[in-house]
């Protein structure tokens, strides 16, 4: 059973940076495309970065691209998000999701093991 958890959320003021970590395990995590989805309320989820096996690529969605950056530990299973120059904007759910395929689609039905997320909140 693939279990994925979430960490790192927080409240923090515009501007500010923040580190949010991704812990997968149960299945072979080395071949593994992992994906960073957000949600607000009332918005659907949407695609913020993705990282394929090895780190060979990476994909970012257009309003965080610049700011936002996804990196992965294949010996600790973990994958990160760190986050800059946060925007009030940025608030909402974090949700990772380990992809079907190999490539970090931004499409989330193509994505089929996801944690429970990690709340975000930007100050303005």
């Known amino acids: 059973q693939v279990k994925l958890v979430e960490s790192g959320g927080g409240l923090v003021q515009a501007g500010a940076s923040l580190r949010l970590s991704c812990a997968v395990s149960g299945r072979t995590f080395s071949t593994s495309t992992i994906g960073w989805f957000r949600q607000a309320p009332g918005l659907e989820r949407e695609f913020v970065a993705g990282?394929?096996?090895?780190?060979?690529?990476?994909a970012y969605g257009d309003s965080v691209k610049g700011r936002f950056t996804i990196s992965r530990d294949d010996v600790r299973n973990m994958v990160y998000l760190q986050m800059q120059s946060l925007k009030f904007e940025d608030t909402a759910v974090y949700y990772c999701a380990v992809a079907f395929g190999g490539l970090a689609s931004r499409d989330a039905k193509t994505y089929g093991d996801w944690g429970q997320g990690t709340q975000v909140t930007v100050s303005s």
């Open positions: 990282i394929s096996r090895g780190g060979r690529s990476t």
